[in-house]
């Protein structure tokens, strides 16, 4: 209730300044019917009964009582004056904006949508003319300036870069610098899929050829993760053609959408289990229904950032599958292998550069002793009554510890149809836009080239707390 706020009035500017408009134009004629009153009372005479009338004078008119002649003088004025309130003006510009939205608004072929055949539709024609009096604009990225559609795009496993697409944000950079890029659909592999959720062309890891590469290990570890590390619910037939996922996010349904195109077909999920269709497994190419038992899922959130599961393969080894933000996933990685870390941050700078979204994923082998021990603690979390979700995230901190990471994975949200065209026209019109985004800075500036927020003459002010100085000032302390 102390938050609570005042209805706010839904009337349009130009309403409120017509109100002002004819309640000034009412004070000026009460103004002149006052005066117009004072003067007759003051001036009325016998000597102005011009007519020669001897017998009974009317109230208006008689000098005797000039009380009577002020007030009825008034009304008289007020009668004669009243055309100066132009009533009417109402009337009118409730026709001029019933027209603009009929006629114009619902009828404008530029505003209608033809994916979902859904044209405009002015849902009051109060705010009209609000439209003309906009001086700034605050926008969203996710979802407002892109569609939202998540589509996974580019991967690295194990050190090595996969999918050969190229991003929106990557031919605004690449107009940018004056150098033309094709991107021919008819270019595209036999093995490219382009399906809800995936938009995917590799030839090296498609249709089971990720077998040959140098790491068969690390790609079967990074579908794994894909399949089992979620909380998707399948629905329709278990066929990849004709199911669905239902996910919280669009990023994670993408991500499930892709381990069935890499072929571990996540179809059927209950409350303890994760049925997985395993295909290109061996070099037979062989298909086995495989069933992962998951003992534990530390969800993910805000805070944490990542998403954890712990499940047992059917000959009882247990894995920790976990994939989250790249500095979150960096922060718990095990000792050594340098080399595959560096050359993972560097693809994901390259992917952020890109204009994509990027997760990490990383695994751990759990021995039994160590997960009885762990999960005591676990439970013991889960069945508090007080500080819960701060238990489980201390719990899950004991466990979410000396991962190895696999790759990472890059997907992309397209911007949508005609913004670039749209935020020109509006800064063209002098209108200030600002856009807020939680991507990564070097994300943010290609972003923005590629939506014509800014251009190479736009003058460039960078505050990050991300520079050499402040880092080594950072060591100090």
Not at 328 to 345: F, Q, W
Not at 442 to 457: F, G, H, K, Q, R
Request: hydrophobic share 40%; aromatic share 10%; proline share 3%.
């Amino acid at each position: 209730m102390m938050n609570s706020m005042n209805v706010p009035s839904k009337r349009s500017t130009l309403e409120k300044k017509l109100d002002k408009l004819i309640l000034a134009l009412f004070a000026t004629l009460f103004t002149m019917c006052v005066i117009g009153a004072i003067g007759s009372g003051v001036f009325i005479n016998e000597k102005y009964f011009y007519l020669g009338l001897r017998g009974r004078v009317e109230d208006q008119f008689n000098p005797k009582n000039r009380l009577v002649v002020t007030i009825l003088t008034m009304f008289t004025l007020i009668t004669l004056y009243s055309t100066i309130i132009p009533i009417s003006l109402y009337v009118s510009i409730e026709m001029i904006k019933f027209i603009q939205c009929a006629q114009f608004i619902n009828n404008d072929l530029n505003m209608y949508h033809a994916e979902s055949n859904t044209p405009a539709l002015a849902r009051t024609s109060n705010l009209n003319e609000e439209l003309g009096q906009v001086e700034y604009i605050f926008s969203d990225k996710t979802g407002t300036l892109t569609r939202n559609l998540m589509e996974f795009f580019k991967c690295s496993i194990g050190g090595e870069i996969y999918g050969t697409g190229i991003t929106e944000i990557e031919k605004g950079g690449a107009e940018r610098a004056g150098v033309r890029i094709d991107d021919d659909e008819d270019k595209r592999s036999a093995t490219a899929v382009h399906e809800k959720g995936f938009n995917f062309d590799d030839t090296r890891i498609m249709r089971g050829a990720w077998r040959n590469e140098p790491n068969p290990e690390a790609c079967m570890e990074f579908f794994r993760c894909l399949a089992i590390c979620h909380t998707v619910l399948p629905e329709g037939e278990e066929t990849p053609e004709k199911i669905t996922y239902q996910a919280a996010s669009p990023d994670e349904a993408a991500l499930v959408a892709a381990a069935k195109n890499f072929g571990f077909f996540f179809y059927r999920r209950t409350p303890t289990t994760v049925m997985v269709r395993e295909s290109h497994v061996d070099r037979m190419g062989s298909m086995q229904d495989v069933a992962y038992e998951i003992l534990n899922v530390l969800e993910f959130n805000s805070t944490r950032k990542r998403q954890s599961v712990v499940c047992r393969f059917p000959n009882g080894k247990l894995v920790l599958y976990c994939k989250g933000a790249d500095n979150v996933i960096y922060e718990r990685l095990a000792d050594g292998n340098y080399d595959i870390k560096k050359t993972s941050r560097e693809h994901l700078e390259q992917f952020g550069s890109a204009g994509l979204r990027t997760l990490c994923l990383a695994y751990r082998d759990l021995s039994m002793d160590q997960y009885k021990s762990w999960n005591e603690k676990f439970v013991q979390a889960k069945s508090s009554l007080r500080d819960r979700d701060k238990k489980l995230d201390e719990v899950a901190e004991l466990i979410e510890k000396d991962l190895i990471l696999i790759g990472c994975t890059a997907i992309e949200d397209k911007l949508q149809e005609g913004v670039p065209a749209c935020i020109e026209t509006l800064s063209a019109a002098g209108i200030k836009i600002w856009v807020l985004t939680g991507d990564k800075m070097e994300t943010a500036i290609n972003i923005a080239y590629a939506c014509s927020l800014v251009n190479n003459d736009t003058k460039q002010f960078i505050i990050s707390s991300e520079t050499d100085t402040i880092r080594e000032a950072e060591d100090r302390v």
